[in-house]
DNA sequence: CGGAAAGTGTGATTTTTATCATATATGATT
DNA sequence: AATCATATATGATAAAAATCACACTTTCCG
């Protein structure tokens, strides 16, 4: 599945790693390909919700807005990540949107195309839906962590994710994460403000958790992280942004 | 699907109205029934989850405790409603707890059972993943719901999903919530406490949004609590505890 | 290089929410 | 009717988090 044309950054494994090979190459091969630029919109808020795309390289957030101008950051997706849902309806519409970070390389299907693949293939059917359980199961436990011990825990949770996503492990034991984040875009991940998550960062400096290396987090003692949001050890494709 | 045999409350669409009655039929054929009582527990934190379960009739709710002794109620379930999840590990652990609140008739089925339905029979797999899609949107929507507009838009989209589950419209063109919920159950459906729910409340009723009928929320003013927390009129089946 | 834009850091203050304390109400049971 | 358990209501206080204000640093780009 990693195809090994991704140099820029450490690749952990996506959750269509619940897919084999030859299942998600029956998926790729009903999709056409795209080429997008950041910036550009895989869909928007209230679009028809009638798509599946997979990700062959790049990188997409997203993101619900509100009138008064707050994002929340739902997701982060990337190489090897499928965006898209499966439901009874025809017009679904789209409640978030899908912007792209990176020049990404997406592949796109119709839902109803999918649909046929489904029907067709008792294998793929059930690959799909284990997919589609880790997807759930990755919300739901993000509710969780959001929800039950505050802004502080939320911060570490998405510390952990962003580590089993971008996290590459170094030499002395910490870990680096290998994408630069702005204290206003991990706020929007846990709806907070930057301004908190500065003084909750200089918090967990001073723990000795966390240090800055020009923009990027270093991990230095995770266990610390997983106290603050009573981490219960996930699988990685669960525990992710 | 709806057997009749619900003479206590009003009844809602389930979300397995994704289902055909003939698909819902395949998978109560492969289940064994249950009838549980009022404290049982259909699974706890820890156990393996290698099961599916359908509520004939009753109620569940699923909670997650910490050790501080806080619980989160995710779901609230009842008839008609499919419980558990389909995901590619064999030895995956609940991380929450379902307890029966009432007497329950349930079906249970074996994942692997399940997966062979699946397998099997492309509209059933189908229909399966078009109820998986709507539980994820459900949890996505509630997520939304939690982190965007406070506690007070985490209760009234707590009560718009109450009223959508157990909603009575009466002819005054107020809405009745025919189950009684304490102010402690309500804060423990969005992470806060039964003094700030109790203070909220007032709130509402000063703004003649509800009222209480001894123990019974009764909505009057609808538009009022959508107004709270921004409410996208998702269909029902989504906007449901 | 220089200046604008974006990002960080931190005090002071306000708002939101939780906690603590206690009074009253309600309902079930004997 | 008296008692006990549970639930509601509300004031006072504390803690958590957001907002406002402003200084400083880094990055970007003509």
């Known amino acids: ?51 599946l795309y997979f990700i062959k390289n790049g990188r997409v957030r997203a993101t619900k807005s509100t009138d008064e101008g707050k994002d929340l950051v739902l997701y982060l997706y990337q190489q090897g990540d499928l965006i898209g849902m499966i439901d009874p309806y025809d017009d679904t519409k789209h409640w978030y949107s899908a912007e792209v970070l990176e020049e990404t390389l997406i592949g796109v299907a ?16 059930l690959e799909f839906m284990r997919w589609m359980g880790l997807s759930h199961r990755m919300t739901q436990t993000k509710y969780r962590d959001m929800m039950l011990y505050g802004k502080p825990g939320a911060l570490c949770s998405t510390i952990i994710r962003l580590s089993n996503t971008y996290g590459r492990p170094e030499e002395d034991g910490t870990i680096r994460i290998t994408k630069k984040l702005t204290h206003s875009e991990l706020s929007d991940m846990i709806g907070s403000t930057r301004e908190s998550v500065n003084r909750m960062f200089s918090d967990l400096r001073k723990a000795q958790a ?21 981490c219960e050890n996930c699988p990685i494709e669960v525990c992710r942004m």
């Open 1 to 51: 599945m990693n195809t090994g044309t991704n140099p820029v950054y450490y690749t952990n494994p996506r959750n269509t790693a619940a897919f084999k090979t030859e299942n998600l190459q029956k998926l790729t091969d009903i999709m056409h390909e795209q080429k997008l630029q950041p910036g550009a919109y895989l869909f928007w808020e209230g679009d028809t919700a009638d798509k």
């Open 110 to 125: 119709h839902k109803k195309d999918v649909e046929m693949l489904i029907w067709q293939s008792g294998e793929f059917a």
């Open 210 to 230: 966390i240090e800055m290396d020009n923009g990027y987090i270093i991990i230095r003692d995770l266990n610390y992280l997983k106290g603050i949001c009573h």
